[in-house]
């Protein structure tokens, strides 16, 4: 935290190394530099010393070269005393004169100290030799002097002269030798101290860059050990370690780094040792709920029990009043069928009988009385039947055009009776309808004759369309009665569909209805998956309308059986009819009975399970182990339809996902083929599709995995709604 | 009853009920309506009645003391004599389950309690011709 000020600003590690590096290779740099024109230089001095000592070595043998010709040209003239030989003498003197200064000059500007001494007293002994004997000797000879000219004693002279000059030309050669070897070890030195300083400098950018080096080294490791130290600690979980500054700022930005992780971490440790707390708090918190979670699940298993208990209570509460129906219906029926069976007999009779009038009409009034009374058993039955969910709808192609044509025909007696018109309108293009053709009709039947009873005079329409839905998201079939009638008063067509309920008291006597019609056609509509409605206003008619979906597929498997009517045992369906009409003890017989059935219409208790799978249909016979029923197991499904015909099993449970044959396949053989249509077909599958197998005629889908509980009670509702409505729909129509 | 007679062509039809009134009603129905009526009062008799007389028709009521009328019907079925007699049920059981139920204990017919004295006449004139 204390960022210290007293301590220096971090530098950049990357900075010092690249300034090290600068100053190493500028020094290298200036080495190179330098070597170059000191190598020239020294180079050309070298040059210059050659040239120099080959020119003082020429110029010091032309001084001797003319030296001796001008004394050979001096001897030669004083033997012969012919002047020709003066002329090697006197070209010899001027050679000598320029030769001497020549030399002189290169060596004053050499500055060769020695060469110039030595030069000095060559010229002395040559001017002495010129002086004393040469001009002495041509004074003698131009004076005829020849004697002494040709005298030993100034031959010895100049002799001894000459000799002095040949030693100081000598002196002179090693003069210059002296001089030159003085200018070459000059220029040596300065070519070695060239050398040395290069090496120093040299050697001064390695020293530097090797203490460069060897202290950021060492610097990285110090630091970076540090760095790891920290990490360490705040690994082991010391979380108070802190990073000091460090030198390097890049290090040092990475010790910051660490620090404010190490804060961050204590931070967030100190947060979860706070949660931490707040969750042993909450902890103890839920404990509380749990015993209470505990206490409530134990109340909530009492209810569920007392449900159980309850339900069941329910439920023989519904089975006794079922029976209890069933055996008043009977009971009820048995008499009624005297009175009105008399009655009619004595009516066919009253010709023979010989009775009057008013035996007659009294006659009738009994037959007409009866009759309302078993009309009126009739409805309670159907109410109550469809109250208590006992009414179980297949649905079916309904032709409606055919439907209400005959709906028409079948009451077209009553219109006529009361001289009103009755009319059936049927949109184009809605002549099917997916639902129930028995109870659509009656709906339809109960609708049109409430519609005529209630009407004085004019007509009665019955009518199909299409309409939108009232949620607006689909279609719907619209099916309306309308009469030109009393109408209903608003307030009373809240009402018009409750039990035992008419607009007008009085009607009921003079119309002859039973109070329970529109109850039964809203129960059917409900049941049939619609909704009614009424549209009506006193003296202007009334219509009713029953709206249906159009797609009502499979509702009866969807629904049935109702929530507090569980299904039946498994026993009611091995003995389909329902045995609450009779006492317990003859049940037996009623199987023996049955047992003839199954005989005679060649049906029996086999059920065909066809899936690919071993194990399945392994399992689906363990389901079925305690049951009536025996299952035959086929993998192939390729033999299906074959085994079918044979065995006429009394449900199929089909798979899906086959080879050869898939299930879909299978299933629309099975139903497009009359012979095999009827048989219920289960779909046992792990696709998801139940839609499609109820449109291809699959009439009950379960999912894989299933439960053995959910099979068999699938297979019950399969099987009870089979021995059900379906072939016994048709004879309800004999019953009114 | 003499004034119907036409003997050679009368028809025999056997009449079970339990009730002294329907058996009644049904015999004087039928009687006046041209056939040879026989009675029985429950499933025994009823047995009995037909191997007696072999009549061309049975109706049947189903609720029966002692033998009911299911069971009856089963045991007729079993005989060959009456493997292939019209046998309607006049039953006061009236609804679709109970009218299959009969059916499949060998009833080639169901009707229901009341009827409608020209309804019951036309099925068993109906019967007589198609299942006799």
């Known amino acids: ?736 | 009853m003499d004034e119907h007679t036409t003997t050679e062509q009368q028809q025999h039809i056997l009449v079970v009920d339990d009730s002294q009134d329907m058996r009644e009603l049904l015999q004087r129905l039928l009687e006046r309506a041209g056939y040879r009526v026989v009675v029985a009062e429950d499933g025994q008799a009823s047995l009995t009645q037909a191997k007696r007389h072999h009549p061309d028709l049975i109706l049947m009521d189903l609720s029966l003391p002692d033998m009911d009328g299911w069971e009856a019907v089963a045991h007729l079925r079993k005989m060959r004599e009456f493997r292939t007699i019209p046998i309607l049920a006049v039953t006061a059981h009236v609804s679709a389950r109970e009218a299959e139920r009969a059916m499949a204990a060998g009833c080639t017919a169901h009707l229901g309690k009341p009827f409608d004295t020209r309804v019951l006449l036309q099925e068993v004139a109906r019967l007589l011709k198609d299942g006799g």
């Open chain 1, 1 to 736: 935290m204390n960022r210290t000020s007293q301590r220096t600003q971090p530098t950049s590690l990357v900075e010092q190394l690249k300034r090290s590096l600068l100053i190493v290779v500028s020094l290298l740099v200036c080495v190179l530099i330098l070597s170059f024109p000191v190598g020239i230089y020294n180079s050309n001095i070298q040059h210059n010393l050659d040239e120099q000592k080959a020119a003082l070595q020429e110029g010091q043998n032309n001084i001797l070269l003319t030296m001796v010709n001008q004394e050979t040209g001096l001897r030669g003239y004083i033997s012969t005393d012919n002047t020709v030989f003066l002329e090697p003498f006197t070209s010899g003197r001027t050679q000598y004169l320029l030769a001497v200064r020549q030399m002189k000059d290169q060596a004053l500007g050499s500055d060769l100290s020695e060469t110039t001494t030595a030069l000095a007293q060559v010229e002395e002994r040559a001017n002495a030799w010129y002086s004393t004997y040469a001009q002495v000797q041509l004074k003698n000879m131009q004076s005829g002097k020849l004697a002494t000219a040709r005298s030993d004693s100034n031959g010895t002279v100049g002799k001894a002269l000459f000799d002095q000059f040949r030693a100081s030309v000598a002196h002179l050669q090693a003069a210059i030798g002296q001089d030159l070897n003085t200018l070459q070890s000059r220029l040596d030195i300065i070519s070695r101290l060239s050398l040395i300083i290069a090496l120093v400098l040299s050697v001064v950018a390695l020293l530097l860059l090797w203490y460069t080096f060897t202290r950021f080294v060492n610097v990285l490791h110090e630091q970076l050990t540090i760095l790891k130290t920290r990490s360490k600690q705040l690994g082991s979980g010391d979380l108070s370690a802190r990073v000091q500054e460090l030198t390097y700022h890049e290090l040092n930005s990475l010790g910051q780094t660490l620090n404010t992780m190490a804060e961050e971490l204590a931070t967030r440790s100190r947060e979860l040792e706070g949660s931490v707390e707040e969750l042993a708090i909450r902890s103890r918190e839920l404990e509380g709920s749990n015993e209470e979670l505990a206490t409530r699940t134990h109340e909530l298993e009492r209810s569920v029990e007392e449900l159980i208990a309850l339900n069941s209570a329910l439920e023989e509460a519904n089975q006794a009043r079922s029976q209890f129906l069933s055996t008043m219906s009977h009971e009820l029926r048995t008499p009624l069928a005297s009175i009105i069976g008399f009655t009619q007999m004595l009516l066919d009779d009253a010709d023979v009988a010989n009775m009057n009038q008013q035996q007659h009409n009294d006659l009738q009034r009994i037959l007409k009385n009866g009759q309302h009374l078993l009309s009126l058993i009739n409805d309670v039955l159907d109410l109550t039947k469809i109250e208590a969910g006992r009414m179980v709808v297949s649905y079916s192609q309904v032709d409606m055009r055919e439907l209400l044509t005959s709906v028409v025909e079948e009451t077209q007696s009553i219109a006529i009776a009361r001289q009103l018109v009755l009319r059936a309108e049927v949109e184009e293009g809605m002549d099917f309808l997916e639902s129930n053709p028995l109870k659509l009709r009656q709906v339809l039947l109960n609708l049109v004759s409430n519609a005529l009873k209630f009407t004085e005079q004019g007509e009665v329409t019955v009518s199909a369309r299409r309409v939108l839905s009232p949620d607006q998201e689909g279609e719907c079939v619209a099916l309306a009665v309308t009469d030109s009638g009393i109408g209903i008063p608003a307030d009373i067509q809240a009402h018009v569909f409750e039990a035992f309920y008419q607009a007008d008291g009085t009607y009921t006597r003079k119309a002859g209805g039973t109070g329970l019609g529109l109850s039964i056609v809203s129960q059917l509509t409900t049941l049939l998956g619609g909704t009614i409605a009424v549209k009506s206003a006193p003296g202007q008619g009334s219509t009713f309308t029953v709206m249906l979906p159009i797609k009502a597929l499979h509702h009866s498997i969807e629904q049935d059986p109702p929530r507090l009517h569980p299904a039946q045992p498994l026993e009611a369906t091995r003995i389909p009819p329902a045995s609450g009409d009779l006492p317990p003890a003859m049940s037996d017989e009623l199987l023996a009975v049955f047992a003839h059935r199954v005989a005679t219409d060649g049906q029996n208790n086999l059920i065909l399970a066809v899936d690919d799978n071993p194990d399945i249909i392994v399992l689906i016979k363990a389901a079925l182990k305690d049951t009536p029923y025996t299952v035959v197991g086929l993998q192939d499904p390729l033999q299906a339809m074959e085994l079918v015909q044979e065995l006429h099993p009394c449900a199929i449970m089909l798979d899906v996902m086959m080879p050869d044959l898939n299930g879909w396949q299978l299933l629309n053989q099975l139903k497009v083929n009359p012979a095999t249509a009827s048989i219920p077909v289960m779909m046992i599958t792990v696709l998801t599709e139940p839609t499609t197998g109820y449109v291809l005629g699959a009439d009950a889908y379960l999912i894989k995995p299933f439960k053995t509980t959910v099979l068999l009670n699938t297979l019950r509702n399969l099987l009870a709604s089979q021995t059900g409505p379906s072939q016994a729909g048709e004879r309800e129509a004999q019953r009114v």
